[in-house]
Nanobody
């Protein structure tokens, strides 16, 4: 069992940046960590994932070039650095832990953090 807690969300103007954190209740050396978002009235979409050793990442086209995923050496926290934010980036952002690479499914989810980007 892994409990995940997201933080770092908030309100920002277009062009601004935010750094989201995903803190785990224990180390997760065997899990990949993914970031997802759900915009109002839309389905949840994948943004980025990082492998347990931090040496491999994958991004959705919508995140490529603007977002960067990373994790700390202690393998307890993952991050999503988001730059050049636009109003369409507004939504609830979730982190999740999954096994395998890339994960076929994610077993544990956080409750999400709200990101609001105003024009």
């Amino acid at each position: 069992q892994v409990n995940l807690v997201e933080s770092g969300g908030g309100s920002v103007q277009a062009g601004g940046s935010l750094r989201l954190s995903c803190e785990a209740s224990r180390t997760f050396p065997d899990f990949a960590i993914g970031w997802f978002r759900q915009a109002p009235h839309k389905e949840r979409e994948f943004l980025a994932v990082i492998r347990w050793d931090g040496r491999a990442t994958r991004y959705a086209p919508s995140a490529q070039g603007r977002f960067s995923i990373s994790r700390n050496n202690a393998l307890t926290t993952a991050y999503l650095q988001m730059n050049s934010l636009q109003p369409e980036d507004t939504g609830v952002y979730f982190c999740a832990a999954g096994t395998g690479w890339p994960p076929i499914h994610y077993d544990w989810w956080g409750r999400g953090t709200q990101v609001t980007v105003s024009s």
